[in-house]
């Protein structure tokens, strides 16, 4: 038997048709009691929730570094004298110079510290981090996953409850007051290891690693040539998670230098701080010093978005 509609076409068949009950079809369109019309309603006010809440955040973001900016330009006169945020006169590149020829140039010196601990140092520890992720992920040992459970564990710990350990150890080994005392701990870092691991299993196939077996290639040149070029977003997101975290870590250092040579910049701006209340000249340099510093961030995100993108977005599937 044929069912038709009210306006004479045949209703769409089901299987079965003609043996068993018929599946009555509803015709696309509005729900009764204008539920349908609801919807547009409700995805219009989420969308105003969540860009009120980021526009929110940006701006939680952005005062502060526009006070900074603000302040930079000024001389200490009117940075007292004139609001946070209303410019004065224009001051910004001789507060630069004062910057980097105080003491000799000590800033510079800082600066260079800061590039060379958390630049390379963060540089080798996401190096390290990668290649036992990808160990963790590739290869199948004894007591694999209780070895993975312990590196989670260290995830767990406060960094900053290590510090006291880290610097018995460099100092029983001679190694406190020295580049190595900050570098060394930089390289251990477990949540760099979930990450990698995380970032292998979604950018390497189990297939690419077993064809370059089947064609040759070395466990060293596999991982080299065919595992860390593939997960290259996932390595420059980590990277850029490690150097941001230790960029503005002071902690460590302060603990393991008393040279102050050797400092990075965000302690030499630390002990500035805390020297101007006997001194004001230092209020000065501290403010354009921490200006100054931002900027390696903003040129790292910069110059690295398009491979910390991807890199988010895997993780974020994970």
Same mark, same amino acid.
């Given at each position: 038997?044929?069912?038709?509609?009210?306006?004479?076409?045949?209703? +769409?068949?089901?299987?079965?048709?003609?043996?068993?009950?018929?599946?009555?079809?509803?015709?696309?369109?509005?729900?009764?009691?204008?539920?349908?019309?609801?919807?547009? =309603?409700? @995805?219009?006010?989420?969308?105003?929730?969540?860009?009120?809440?980021?526009?929110?955040?940006?701006?939680?973001?952005?005062?502060?570094?526009?006070?900074?900016?603000?302040?930079?330009?000024?001389?200490?006169?009117?940075?007292?004298?004139?609001?946070?945020?209303?410019?004065?006169?224009?001051?910004?590149?001789?507060?630069?110079?004062?910057?980097?020829?105080?003491?000799?140039?000590?800033?510079?010196?800082?600066? $260079?510290?800061?590039?060379?601990?958390?630049?390379?140092?963060? $540089?080798?520890?996401?190096?390290?981090?990668?290649?036992?992720?990808?160990?963790?992920?590739?290869?199948?040992?004894?007591?694999?996953?209780?070895?993975?459970?312990?590196?989670?564990?260290?995830?767990?710990?406060? @960094?900053?409850?290590?510090?006291?350990?880290?610097?018995?150890?460099?100092?029983?080994?001679?190694?406190?007051?020295?580049?190595?005392?900050?570098?060394?701990?930089?390289?251990?870092?477990?949540?760099?290891?979930?990450?990698?691991? %995380?970032?292998?299993?979604?950018?390497?196939?189990?297939?690419?690693?077993?064809?370059?077996?089947?064609?040759?290639?070395?466990?060293?040149?596999?991982?080299?040539?065919?595992?860390?070029?593939?997960?290259? +977003?996932?390595?420059?997101?980590?990277?850029?998670?490690?150097?941001?975290? =230790?960029?503005?870590?002071?902690?460590?250092?302060?603990?393991?230098?008393?040279?102050?040579? $050797?400092?990075? %910049?965000?302690?030499?701006?630390?002990?500035?701080?805390?020297?101007?209340?006997?001194?004001?000249?230092?209020?000065?340099?501290?403010?354009?010093?921490? $200006? %100054?510093?931002?900027?390696?961030?903003?040129?790292?995100?910069?110059?690295?978005?398009?491979?910390?993108?991807?890199?988010?977005?895997?993780?974020?599937?994970?």
């Amino acid at each position: 038997m044929t069912t038709h509609t009210v306006t004479g076409q045949p209703s +769409p068949r089901t299987a079965g048709e003609g043996s068993g009950p018929k599946i009555r079809t509803r015709p696309p369109g509005p729900r009764p009691g204008g539920r349908g019309h609801a919807r547009p =309603s409700r @995805s219009w006010t989420a969308k105003a929730v969540v860009n009120g809440l980021l526009a929110l955040f940006a701006c939680y973001t952005l005062v502060p570094l526009t006070w900074l900016f603000v302040a930079s330009t000024k001389d200490h006169g009117d940075l007292v004298g004139t609001g946070g945020f209303t410019f004065a006169a224009f001051n910004l590149f001789a507060n630069l110079g004062d910057l980097f020829t105080y003491g000799d140039g000590i800033y510079g010196r800082w600066l $260079l510290n800061s590039i060379l601990y958390f630049g390379l140092g963060c $540089l080798a520890s996401t190096l390290v981090s990668t290649a036992v992720g990808y160990a963790f992920d590739k290869y199948d040992f004894p007591h694999k996953e209780k070895l993975f459970g312990i590196v989670l564990l260290g995830v767990l710990v406060p @960094s900053a409850v290590l510090v006291l350990p880290q610097y018995l150890l460099a100092s029983k080994a001679g190694l406190d007051n020295t580049y190595w005392a900050v570098l060394v701990p930089l390289l251990v870092n477990p949540f760099g290891v979930y990450l990698a691991r %995380v970032f292998s299993e979604g950018y390497i196939p189990d297939e690419v690693i077993e064809a370059a077996r089947m064609d040759g290639a070395g466990e060293w040149r596999v991982f080299r040539s065919v595992g860390l070029p593939m997960i290259a +977003p996932g390595f420059v997101t980590l990277f850029l998670f490690t150097f941001t975290s =230790s960029w503005n870590n002071f902690v460590l250092p302060l603990y393991m230098l008393s040279n102050d040579k $050797l400092y990075p %910049v965000t302690l030499g701006l630390a002990i500035w701080s805390k020297s101007s209340q006997q001194n004001p000249e230092f209020y000065m340099l501290t403010i354009v010093g921490a $200006l %100054v510093s931002v900027l390696p961030l903003i040129i790292a995100f910069v110059c690295l978005q398009r491979f910390w993108r991807s890199g988010l977005t895997a993780g974020a599937v994970k």
